[in-house]
Nanobody, 116 residues
Framework: VQLQAYGGGLVQAGESLRLSCAISGGISNIAVWAWYRQVPGKQRDLVAQITTGEREVYADSVKGRFTISRDSLKNTLYLQMSSLKPKDTAVYYC???????????WGQGTQVTVSS
């Protein structure tokens, strides 16, 4: 099982980026798809998540600027980020929750850097 996150980069404040997370290896019955982010020395925080019932949850700091979506047929998760701010700078990770052991999978991170 592999979660491959990509799409990060260096952008200026106000610009947009779209992150993708390609999931391979035969994961089935994903219940929750999520993006987290982490800056050095701090915990990994939830950015956004979406359930199979299409219920979306966003961190207050990104509401109205970020949109999470998924393509179940392609087994790919997306995070559209708009109006980026320097405080959005972090390593972004994707995660999925499944009903059977090991119950969750993490992808490797992709760096997003927003310059002022």
């Amino acid at each position: 099982v592999q979660l491959q996150a990509y799409g990060g980069g260096l952008v200026q404040a106000g610009e947009s980026l779209r992150l993708s997370c390609a999931i391979s290896g035969g994961i089935s019955n994903i219940a929750v798809w999520a993006w987290y982010r982490q800056v050095p020395g701090k915990q990994r925080d939830l950015v956004a998540q979406i359930t199979t019932g299409e219920r979306e949850v966003y961190a207050d700091s990104v509401k109205g600027r970020f949109t999470i979506s998924r393509d179940s047929l392609k087994n790919t998760l997306y995070l559209q980020m708009s109006s980026l701010k320097p405080k959005d700078t972090a390593v972004y990770y994707c995660k999925v929750l499944v009903p059977k052991y090991p119950f969750l999978y993490w992808g490797q991170g992709t760096q997003v850097t927003v310059s002022s």
